[in-house]
Nanobody, 125 residues
Framework: QVQLVESGGGLVQAGGSLRLSCAAS????????MGWFRQAPGKERSFVAA????????YHADSVKGRFTISRDNAKNTVYLQVNSLKPEDTAVYYC??????????????????WGQGTQVTVSS
């Protein structure tokens, strides 16, 4: 089992950047595929990005491709989401999640059994 705690959210102007972090505790962080999701007000939670266990493979949703980058540091048990060129429509609670998947990068919520509590990102225009 793994416990996840996000940080790094905040209020930023359009065009700005943030670095979101997700610290994991528990066993064998490097055994998990990690993902980021977000939930905007009044909308369902949606996939943002995922990274494989070694960090050598990533996948980003089309809506954030070229602006957001997922990475991980297994020595620090942490996964990151660098968010650049922020837009007001990026306003959401951002969640990190952990998956047991070993052969592909999951993009749906039900493939991730472990979730953090979320961190709020608010982008002003």
């Amino acid at each position: 089992q793994v416990q996840l705690v996000e940080s790094g959210g905040g209020l930023v102007q359009a065009g700005g950047s943030l670095r979101l972090s997700c610290a994991a505790s528990g066993r064998s962080f490097s055994n998990y595929v990690m993902g980021w999701f977000r939930q905007a007000p009044g909308k369902e939670r949606s996939f943002v990005a995922a990274i494989n266990r070694s960090g050598r493979a990533t996948y980003h949703a089309d809506s954030v491709k070229g602006r957001f980058t997922i990475s991980r540091d297994n020595a620090k048990n942490t996964v990151y989401l660098q968010v650049n060129s922020l837009k007001p429509e990026d306003t959401a609670v951002y969640y990190c999640a952990a998956s047991y998947s070993s052969s592909y990068l999951p993009t749906t919520e039900n493939e991730y059994p472990y979730w953090g509590q979320g961190t709020q990102v608010t982008v002003s225009s």
